[in-house]
């Protein structure tokens, strides 16, 4: 008899899960989903409200007054570092029981705090040494190019992003399926060399639109596990990916700021200092989201030489003609038309719809390369500064 009310109580037990088990995983299910949305979304408010001398614009309509309280919660998160810290350790174990990984939730469960070149030092030019590097904590990757895996890194409490090159990446892989077993080493050689190239452009490109360069650390050409003994380590700034399918839902103020962006930091790799410099390979996947700001995080495939020439039909970009000479075998000024081109096909194309003149104007302009970056900037702060008006007689 005892046996049979113990079988019993198991039963009522199980059977009181099963039925509170339903209830509860869509319960926290919509926790975990909401909390994301929330993070997911923040990047947009800063983006919204980021800008030199920018003062935030009482609106009178009811559904922005709303978005403005909602933008201000989600703000003030920021500054509740140890509720929030809480927060994300019982949410890990929600997205556990509902089967939803972290890395579906992405970043934002992330209790680090991004790192600056201040957070080092007061001296701008101070990087992370080997010995620095060595104590970063690795978490998930967080990228993943053709010569190099981006991955989360935690240096006493910092959030940073490592880049290193591993056996996975395409060029490691192919180049061993070429050669033979003995000479595999070999194949680490190129990824290396361009992430060394990537470290170099770093120390000498210092805009407010390309991440910073936190420190670097170079031993050899070896591989490991742990960055102590990694041979090329490179740590820069932490940055959430830039997706065009969100920024071309942001309104039509947001999407200027980062078309904005975009035109500065076009111009600047005109005029850099180390010459004209071409984006060989201009792609979406190339820019992060940091502190409000989209900034360049991928530099490898940068070069400042101008495309050789015969004459002037050499210099076209997809077959049309630019207005680009050939002038002593060199088509000087190619490369600021090819990277306007990039950029207008893959960003600015998607930011810049408006049904105003001037927009229309911008974009004619941009479609036939006829407009510099420098004049694409100016014009994009004057529509941005005659939104900022409107706003106000409103």
């Not at 600015?348 to 510099?372: A, F, K, N, P």
């Amino acid at each position: 008899q005892a046996r049979k009310a113990t079988m019993v109580r198991h039963r009522n037990l199980h059977f009181t899960h099963q039925r509170k088990l339903p209830f509860l995983i869509p319960v926290l299910l919509a926790y975990v989903l909401i909390f994301a949305f929330l993070d997911l979304t923040y990047s947009g408010y800063r983006l919204h409200h980021a800008s030199d001398g920018d003062t935030h614009q009482t609106t009178t309509t009811e559904g922005v007054n709303m978005t403005k309280l909602l933008w201000e919660g989600v703000s003030r998160l920021e500054q509740l570092d140890q509720q929030r810290a809480n927060m994300c350790e019982e949410l890990k174990n929600i997205a556990r029981l509902a089967n939803v990984s972290e890395e579906e939730i992405g970043p934002w469960l992330s209790q680090l705090r991004p790192m600056r070149i201040a957070d080092v030092s007061d001296n701008l030019t101070a990087v992370l040494t080997c010995q620095d590097i060595a104590e970063i904590r690795v978490g998930h990757q967080m990228g993943r190019g053709v010569t190099k895996v981006v991955e989360l890194g935690n240096y006493k409490g910092h959030g940073v992003a490592v880049k290193r090159v591993l056996p996975t990446v395409k060029d490691v892989r192919e180049c061993k399926r070429r050669i033979e077993r003995n000479g595999e080493n070999t194949c680490f050689i190129f990824p290396n060399y361009k992430l060394l190239k990537e470290i170099l452009l770093l120390q000498q490109l210092r805009h407010p639109n390309i991440v910073q360069l936190l420190g670097y650390c170079v031993q050899s050409e070896d591989i490991s596990e742990s960055l102590a003994d990694h041979g090329v380590v490179s740590v820069t700034e932490m940055g959430a990916k830039f997706h065009i399918g969100r920024a071309r839902k942001m309104d039509w103020k947001m999407r200027l700021k980062v078309a904005i962006d975009i035109a500065s930091l076009l111009n600047y790799l005109e005029h850099s200092p180390m010459g004209s410099l071409l984006m060989a390979d201009f792609k979406v996947e190339q820019f992060v989201w940091v502190g409000g700001k989209v900034k360049l995080t991928d530099l490898d495939d940068i070069s400042n030489v101008e495309r050789k020439c015969t004459d002037d039909s050499d210099c076209r970009v997809d077959q049309r003609d630019v207005g680009v000479s050939c002038v002593n075998s060199l088509c000087h000024g190619l490369n600021a038309k090819h990277n306007m081109n990039g950029a207008f096909k893959t960003i600015l194309r998607h930011l810049l719809v408006h049904g105003g003149t001037e927009e229309s104007s911008v974009r004619d302009e941009l479609r036939t390369l006829s407009i510099s970056a420098s004049t694409l900037h100016t014009r994009l702060l004057q529509l941005l500064k005659k939104e900022r008006e409107s706003s106000t007689d409103t």
